[in-house]
């Protein structure tokens, strides 16, 4: 930049000379300078975009429940700018459908493609998360599937034995329907039934919309029924067989 009165002229760096303007007050003329100076960069980025190279690997191991679900949130929504694809590696015998949910959304909100790498094992809500991916991989001795559901719901009336009681004030009659100290209904249970099989149904339509496949051959692979690698891409759960670094070499060469 060339700054001076009349003849009396010196070149300074743009550097000096934002200090400089903002020392003396011209703070305008300073953001005008940066913003020019910044414009070549700006229209190179929208022309010729940055190519992304980063593919980020991300871990999922044991039990899924509302904690570890939002440590995976917090992970991918901190991944680089520049990912380009991710290859999530899970290891689990499933957890909460509420929990598995939140992160399969969470996924599919990224925009990003998924590659998912199943270790040891894959199960109900492991497999959940899974089954929307780009492409997955598995061991031949993985296990994977078990698409069905359950729920659990201790019942402490039989505490009464013992001479342990508990009071509770009800607004309803299914309030304290997951208290485990509020004695069982059959009307609580009927319902319990009903969200588990709401809980089902909903898996089944995950699995048969992301896998490109019909009611009939949901059905034939649900009810709870485990598979190996082998035998989850005869049948289409799995792509291919392979591990977390056939993975990361289909996510570099593909995406």
């Known amino acids: 930049v060339l700054v001076g009165k009349g003849l009396d002229l010196s070149f300074v760096t743009l550097a000096e000379y934002v200090k400089k303007s903002q020392r003396t007050g011209t703070g305008v003329i300073c953001r005008l300078l940066s913003w020019l100076a910044a414009a070549p960069a700006r229209l190179l980025s929208w022309f010729w975009p940055r190519k992304k190279e980063t593919v980020f690997v991300l871990s999922i191991t044991g039990a899924i429940d509302s904690h570890s679900a939002r440590l995976v949130l917090d992970t991918l929504r901190a991944i680089p700018d520049d990912t380009k694809a ?63 559901t359950f729920m659990t719901r201790f019942d402490a009336a039989g505490a009464n034995v013992l001479g342990i009681t508990f009071d509770n004030v009800k607004t309803g009659e299914l309030s304290g ?79």
Not at 127 to 142: D, G, Q, V
Request: charged letters at 25%; one cysteine or more.
């Open 86 to 148: 991710i290859v999530l590696s899970i290891d689990s015998p499933g957890g909460e459908i509420d929990a598995c949910e939140v992160i399969r959304r969470e996924l599919a909100q990224l925009e990003i493609p998924v590659v998912v790498s199943i270790g040891n094992n894959a199960l109900s809500g492991g497999y959940y998360i899974a089954a929307c991916a780009n492409r997955i991989f598995a061991c031949k001795k993985s296990k994977t599937g078990s698409i069905g």
């Open 177 to 255: 329907l997951y208290d485990w100290r509020v004695p069982l209904t059959c009307k609580m249970k009927r319902k319990i039934d009903l969200v588990s099989n709401h809980a089902f149904i909903q898996f089944k339509c995950v699995v048969r919309d992301c896998r490109a496949m019909t009611d009939e051959q949901i059905e034939a692979l649900a009810t709870g029924r485990v598979w190996t690698g082998v035998e989850a891409v005869e049948n289409g759960l799995v792509d291919e067989l392979g591990g977390v670094l056939d993975a990361l070499v289909f996510a570099h060469k593909t995406y």
